[in-house]
Protein backbone atom coordinates (compact mmCIF):
# COMPACT_ATOMS: atom_id res chain seq x y z
CA UNK A 1 0.00 0.00 0.00
CA UNK A 2 1.27 3.26 -0.50
CA UNK A 3 2.69 5.49 2.34
CA UNK A 4 4.64 7.96 3.66
CA UNK A 5 6.00 8.03 6.80
CA UNK A 6 7.88 10.83 8.68
CA UNK A 7 9.89 9.64 11.63
CA UNK A 8 9.98 12.78 12.80
CA UNK A 9 6.87 14.02 15.34
CA UNK A 10 8.67 17.46 16.57
CA UNK A 11 11.66 18.88 15.95
CA UNK A 12 13.46 21.59 17.66
CA UNK A 13 16.07 23.75 15.95
CA UNK A 14 17.98 26.65 17.34
CA UNK A 15 17.59 29.66 15.05
CA UNK A 16 20.41 29.98 11.89
CA UNK A 17 21.25 26.35 12.55
CA UNK A 18 20.58 23.57 9.78
CA UNK A 19 17.66 21.63 9.57
CA UNK A 20 16.61 18.19 7.98
CA UNK A 21 13.38 16.74 8.07
CA UNK A 22 13.24 12.96 7.12
CA UNK A 23 10.12 11.49 4.31
CA UNK A 24 9.97 7.64 3.42
CA UNK A 25 7.70 6.65 1.28
CA UNK A 26 6.36 3.22 -0.38
CA UNK A 27 4.75 3.67 -3.71
CA UNK A 28 4.73 1.45 -6.32
CA UNK A 29 5.89 3.42 -9.59
CA UNK A 30 7.76 6.67 -9.53
CA UNK A 31 5.91 8.57 -7.14
CA UNK A 32 5.33 12.66 -7.15
CA UNK A 33 6.55 14.03 -4.39
CA UNK A 34 5.73 17.20 -2.00
CA UNK A 35 6.72 19.00 1.00
CA UNK A 36 4.20 21.17 2.70
CA UNK A 37 4.29 23.60 5.40
CA UNK A 38 1.38 24.37 7.53
CA UNK A 39 1.10 27.44 9.98
CA UNK A 40 -1.08 26.81 12.77
CA UNK A 41 -5.45 27.11 11.78
CA UNK A 42 -3.98 27.83 8.03
CA UNK A 43 -4.09 26.06 4.83
CA UNK A 44 -1.12 24.54 3.23
CA UNK A 45 1.73 26.26 1.15
CA UNK A 46 3.84 24.13 -1.63
CA UNK A 47 7.30 24.49 -0.51
CA UNK A 48 8.87 22.52 -3.31
CA UNK A 49 7.87 19.36 -5.41
CA UNK A 50 9.77 16.70 -7.23
CA UNK A 51 8.15 14.83 -10.66
CA UNK A 52 11.85 13.78 -12.16
CA UNK A 53 14.51 15.05 -13.58
CA UNK A 54 17.68 16.68 -10.90
CA UNK A 55 17.01 14.73 -7.86
CA UNK A 56 17.64 17.92 -5.68
CA UNK A 57 15.25 20.30 -5.73
CA UNK A 58 15.00 23.84 -5.04
CA UNK A 59 11.65 25.50 -3.40
CA UNK A 60 10.76 28.59 -1.85
CA UNK A 61 11.99 30.52 1.55
CA UNK A 62 15.49 28.77 0.68
CA UNK A 63 14.32 25.55 1.24
CA UNK A 64 15.52 22.06 -0.87
CA UNK A 65 15.13 18.65 -0.80
CA UNK A 66 16.85 15.60 -2.13
CA UNK A 67 15.14 12.38 -3.80
CA UNK A 68 16.93 9.03 -3.16
CA UNK A 69 15.32 6.38 -4.92
CA UNK A 70 17.24 4.02 -3.36
CA UNK A 71 16.31 4.73 -0.08
CA UNK A 72 13.07 5.75 -0.77
CA UNK A 73 12.97 8.82 0.50
CA UNK A 74 12.80 12.81 0.29
CA UNK A 75 13.86 14.39 2.59
CA UNK A 76 13.36 18.18 3.48
CA UNK A 77 16.60 20.50 3.96
CA UNK A 78 17.36 24.20 4.78
CA UNK A 79 21.07 25.50 5.66
CA UNK A 80 20.04 28.39 8.26
CA UNK A 81 16.60 28.41 9.95
CA UNK A 82 14.93 31.23 10.90
CA UNK A 83 12.37 31.55 13.74
CA UNK A 84 9.32 32.15 11.05
CA UNK A 85 9.92 28.68 10.04
CA UNK A 86 8.38 27.21 13.10
CA UNK A 87 5.30 25.73 11.24
CA UNK A 88 3.74 22.07 10.77
CA UNK A 89 5.60 19.94 7.70
CA UNK A 90 4.14 17.92 5.45
CA UNK A 91 5.57 15.21 2.91
CA UNK A 92 3.01 13.64 0.37
CA UNK A 93 3.58 11.30 -2.53
CA UNK A 94 0.77 11.47 -5.68
CA UNK A 95 0.48 8.97 -8.72
CA UNK A 96 0.29 12.32 -10.84
CA UNK A 97 1.17 16.36 -10.31
CA UNK A 98 -3.07 16.75 -10.11
CA UNK A 99 -3.98 14.11 -7.97
CA UNK A 100 -5.17 12.91 -4.27
CA UNK A 101 -2.16 13.18 -2.02
CA UNK A 102 -1.65 10.94 0.72
CA UNK A 103 0.63 12.59 3.25
CA UNK A 104 2.58 11.32 6.27
CA UNK A 105 1.34 13.02 9.93
CA UNK A 106 4.24 15.82 9.96
CA UNK A 107 6.26 16.85 11.50
CA UNK A 108 6.24 19.89 13.81
CA UNK A 109 9.13 22.35 14.00
CA UNK A 110 10.02 24.68 16.82
CA UNK A 111 12.96 27.14 16.48
CA UNK A 112 14.94 28.62 19.69
CA UNK A 113 16.34 31.95 19.70
CA UNK B 1 -0.50 32.16 -9.12
CA UNK B 2 -4.22 29.76 -8.64
CA UNK B 3 -5.91 30.64 -5.88
CA UNK B 4 -8.74 28.28 -4.16
CA UNK B 5 -10.53 30.26 -1.61
CA UNK B 6 -13.38 28.28 1.02
CA UNK B 7 -15.69 29.72 2.97
CA UNK B 8 -16.78 29.94 5.97
CA UNK B 9 -13.13 29.95 7.32
CA UNK B 10 -14.84 29.12 11.09
CA UNK B 11 -18.33 28.22 11.30
CA UNK B 12 -19.65 26.85 14.93
CA UNK B 13 -23.36 24.41 14.17
CA UNK B 14 -25.19 23.15 17.10
CA UNK B 15 -25.55 19.10 16.93
CA UNK B 16 -27.39 18.04 14.36
CA UNK B 17 -27.88 20.42 12.12
CA UNK B 18 -26.23 21.00 8.93
CA UNK B 19 -23.61 22.97 7.28
CA UNK B 20 -22.19 24.08 3.94
CA UNK B 21 -18.76 24.49 2.96
CA UNK B 22 -17.65 25.95 0.01
CA UNK B 23 -14.63 25.43 -2.01
CA UNK B 24 -13.99 27.67 -5.08
CA UNK B 25 -11.46 27.86 -7.92
CA UNK B 26 -10.93 31.56 -8.28
CA UNK B 27 -8.65 31.99 -11.05
CA UNK B 28 -9.26 29.00 -13.63
CA UNK B 29 -11.54 25.79 -14.21
CA UNK B 30 -11.48 22.97 -11.54
CA UNK B 31 -12.36 19.63 -13.24
CA UNK B 32 -12.16 18.19 -10.24
CA UNK B 33 -11.34 18.77 -6.10
CA UNK B 34 -10.84 16.96 -3.68
CA UNK B 35 -12.06 17.34 0.57
CA UNK B 36 -9.20 16.33 2.90
CA UNK B 37 -9.85 16.34 6.90
CA UNK B 38 -7.55 17.05 9.10
CA UNK B 39 -8.15 16.32 13.13
CA UNK B 40 -6.06 18.45 15.63
CA UNK B 41 -2.03 18.33 15.00
CA UNK B 42 -3.37 15.16 12.44
CA UNK B 43 -2.12 14.85 9.07
CA UNK B 44 -4.49 15.34 6.24
CA UNK B 45 -7.09 12.39 4.91
CA UNK B 46 -8.82 12.55 1.64
CA UNK B 47 -12.07 12.39 1.83
CA UNK B 48 -13.57 12.21 -1.52
CA UNK B 49 -12.63 13.48 -4.74
CA UNK B 50 -15.08 15.84 -6.50
CA UNK B 51 -15.58 16.02 -10.48
CA UNK B 52 -17.75 18.21 -12.42
CA UNK B 53 -21.07 17.23 -13.06
CA UNK B 54 -20.41 13.98 -12.00
CA UNK B 55 -21.33 12.55 -8.26
CA UNK B 56 -18.11 12.04 -5.91
CA UNK B 57 -16.10 9.15 -5.15
CA UNK B 58 -15.96 8.77 -1.34
CA UNK B 59 -12.92 7.38 0.42
CA UNK B 60 -13.37 4.08 2.07
CA UNK B 61 -15.01 4.58 5.51
CA UNK B 62 -16.52 7.85 4.69
CA UNK B 63 -20.20 8.31 5.11
CA UNK B 64 -21.87 9.93 1.78
CA UNK B 65 -24.75 10.29 3.00
CA UNK B 66 -23.57 12.20 5.96
CA UNK B 67 -20.75 14.18 3.86
CA UNK B 68 -23.33 15.49 0.80
CA UNK B 69 -20.10 16.90 -1.66
CA UNK B 70 -21.72 19.20 -5.21
CA UNK B 71 -19.57 19.66 -8.00
CA UNK B 72 -21.97 22.10 -9.93
CA UNK B 73 -19.41 23.93 -11.55
CA UNK B 74 -15.63 24.21 -12.99
CA UNK B 75 -15.01 26.50 -10.29
CA UNK B 76 -17.33 25.60 -7.24
CA UNK B 77 -17.69 22.50 -4.73
CA UNK B 78 -19.38 22.14 -1.76
CA UNK B 79 -19.45 19.58 1.53
CA UNK B 80 -22.48 19.53 3.00
CA UNK B 81 -22.15 17.88 6.73
CA UNK B 82 -25.51 16.93 7.26
CA UNK B 83 -27.09 15.89 10.82
CA UNK B 84 -23.66 17.22 12.42
CA UNK B 85 -22.21 15.42 15.74
CA UNK B 86 -19.59 16.72 17.89
CA UNK B 87 -17.12 14.01 16.16
CA UNK B 88 -17.28 15.59 12.93
CA UNK B 89 -15.58 18.71 14.52
CA UNK B 90 -12.67 19.29 12.39
CA UNK B 91 -10.28 20.77 9.93
CA UNK B 92 -11.99 20.70 5.85
CA UNK B 93 -9.58 21.61 3.09
CA UNK B 94 -9.93 21.41 -0.07
CA UNK B 95 -7.80 21.65 -3.28
CA UNK B 96 -8.87 21.98 -6.73
CA UNK B 97 -6.82 20.81 -9.39
CA UNK B 98 -6.04 22.08 -12.88
CA UNK B 99 -4.28 20.19 -15.78
CA UNK B 100 -0.98 19.86 -14.10
CA UNK B 101 -1.15 20.81 -10.09
CA UNK B 102 -3.33 20.67 -7.00
CA UNK B 103 -4.02 23.83 -4.88
CA UNK B 104 -4.97 24.00 -1.25
CA UNK B 105 -7.54 26.47 -0.23
CA UNK B 106 -7.27 28.11 3.70
CA UNK B 107 -9.04 25.36 5.08
CA UNK B 108 -12.61 25.68 7.14
CA UNK B 109 -12.80 24.71 10.74
CA UNK B 110 -16.13 23.13 12.08
CA UNK B 111 -17.27 23.34 15.31
CA UNK B 112 -19.98 21.27 16.59
CA UNK B 113 -21.30 21.69 19.78
Known amino acids: AQSVTQPDIHITVS ?5 ELRCNYSY ?25 GDTLVQGIKGFEAEFKRSQSSFNLRKPSVHWSDA ?16 FGKGTTLSVSS | ?22 CRSLDFQATTMFWYRQFPKQSLMLMATSNEG ?6 QGVEKDKFLI ?20 SFYICSARDLYEQYFGPGTRLTVT
Do not use: M, R
Open chain 1, 87 to 102: AEYFCAVGEQAGTALI
Open chain 1, 15 to 19: EGASL
Open chain 2, 54 to 59: SKATYE
Open chain 2, 70 to 89: NHASLTLSTLTVTSAHPEDS
Open chain 2, 1 to 22: GAVVSQHPSWVICKSGTSVKIE
Open chain 1, 28 to 52: GATPYLFWYVQSPGQGLQLLLKYFS
